[in-house]
């Protein structure tokens, strides 16, 4: 087959991408979802808070959804669900298997990625111990009591502070279960401000920051965890062990994006973000092939997934009907003090489009702060915040003109200083 764009992942991310890019004129689109139906892991997130920024409103995760899938219905793309994906080419082959059309290949213009991330496991976060019934991952845990309709137990531990972690929590809770506490290995929560306010302490369940998990005990299912506190270097301190009875272990130790696809076609991937290396117009290394969403960093909230996908589809359509402007030499986005990454990590539109969007994330929590951007030293933006924490995105807006310097030296540079919060 042939196509303009394929969008492949029809999350949050693939649905506005693929809308986004209708909306642009181009005709041509499948959207392909390994999934039996459109959402991603949203039908999942039945508590509300998505949408805040989008749509000024608290959605829960299916209602966000929804507005899209509803927006996608109107417009003539191609929807094929219970189809995986397997493969794409730098010349934007994409090669996918379902049961209705066996093994097919199409060939398209642009490809968009919003394949989003996978969670983390017990063996990748080096928990040790028995193998027993009863750990699941948080994502896992919450399919199960939101979708399927069971509780994976009733006396449980969570393992680190992520956001999924924390919702957990408040939805085991309110179905009946005792969740002992979370143990965070950091001193700060993994999590947004907000989900530990609203899912721990609303509920006062403890979080246990500078503490992990060091091994787990059960025969057939769990029945229990040693817990101990850790030194600065995440070391776990002799001495200070403490046995936890539970039946189930629930891992809320972070989220890594979905790259398989990316890696086998030999993209250029960013080690900090975990995903691939991204222009401003969430173009990856082979021209032609964007990715927006989860599956180029994890985002805090679904809005800005949103807001990177709309960016995606708008070039992916540029690319198919005029081609990108680029610059002869892209400018390269450079980390200073407390910049753990940036999204993009470098920009190659000639001229620059008005107003460029930038996503940061810090290494550490800090007060007072102010996040400056700099061209051969000169400082071209600053902006100012209360606190910065690693579980937060920091947003920027960079009006083109600012950039002039960083244009004619092709550099900028991101430095945050603040004080110790
Ligand atoms: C538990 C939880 C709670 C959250 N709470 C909030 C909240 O309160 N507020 C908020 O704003 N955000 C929240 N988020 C974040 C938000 O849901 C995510 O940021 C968003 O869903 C990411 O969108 P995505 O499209 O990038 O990825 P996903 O939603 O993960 O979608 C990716 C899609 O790609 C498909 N796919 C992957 N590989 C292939 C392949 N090879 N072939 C075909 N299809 C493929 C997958 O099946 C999936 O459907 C939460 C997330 C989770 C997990």
């Not at 990715?291 to 997934?305: E, F, I, Q, S």
């Amino acid at each position: 087959m042939k196509a303009d764009i394929v969008v492949v992942g029809a999350g949050p991310a693939g649905l506005a991408a693929a809308l986004k890019a209708w909306d642009e004129g181009v005709r041509d689109i499948y959207l392909i979802e390994r999934d039996i139906e459109l959402g991603g892991i949203l039908p999942q997130c039945i508590h509300d808070g998505f949408g805040t920024v989008t749509f000024k409103r608290t959605l829960t995760g299916p209602e966000y959804a929804q507005r899209y899938i509803d927006m996608l219905a109107k417009t003539g793309v191609k929807i094929k669900l219970n189809t995986m994906v397997l493969s794409i080419t730098p010349e934007k082959k994409v090669i996918a298997v379902n049961s209705e059309d066996g093994m097919f290949e199409i060939d398209a213009k642009a490809l968009i990625l919003a394949t989003g991330c996978r969670e983390r496991t017990r063996f990748q976060s080096m928990i040790l111990g028995d193998r027993p019934a009863g750990i699941f991952t948080a994502g896992t845990a919450q399919r199960f009591v939101n979708i399927e309709g069971y509780l994976p137990g009733k006396k449980i531990v969570i393992v680190g502070s992520g956001d999924v972690g924390l919702i957990m929590a408040r939805r085991l809770t309110l179905e009946g279960a005792e969740v002992e506490g979370v143990y965070e290995i950091m001193p700060y929560p993994g999590g947004l401000n907000r989900n530990v306010i609203q899912c721990l302490q609303d509920y006062n369940i403890p979080l246990h920051l500078s503490h992990t998990v060091v091994s787990i005990k059960g025969k057939n299912r769990v029945e229990g965890v040693t817990v101990a506190k850790v030194d600065e270097q995440m070391k776990p301190i002799k001495g200070t062990e403490l046995f936890v009875p539970c039946d189930t272990v629930i891992l809320a130790v972070g989220l890594i994006p979905e790259t398989e696809l990316l890696k086998k076609s030999n993209i250029q991937m960013d080690a900090a973000t975990g995903g691939p290396v991204v222009n401003e117009w969430m173009e990856t290394s082979v021209s032609g092939v964007f990715a927006c969403g989860n599956v180029v960093h994890v985002h805090d909230l679904v809005d800005y997934v949103t807001e990177s996908a709309e960016t995606a589809g708008r070039n992916a359509a540029k690319h198919v009907k005029r081609g990108l402007q680029r610059r002869e030499k892209p400018i390269k986005i450079e980390h200073g003090r407390n910049v753990r990454y940036t999204v993009p990590q470098l920009l190659s539109g000639k001229p620059l489009e008005e107003k460029i969007k930038f996503y940061l994330r810090v290494k550490k929590p800090e007060r007072k702060v102010e996040v400056k951007a700099l061209a051969g030293g000169d400082e071209v933006f600053s902006r100012k915040f209360r606190i910065v924490r690693p579980s937060e995105m920091i947003r920027l807006e960079i009006p083109a003109e600012n950039l002039r310097k960083a244009e004619e030296r092709c550099q900028l540079r991101f430095e945050i200083g603040g004080e110790q919060a």
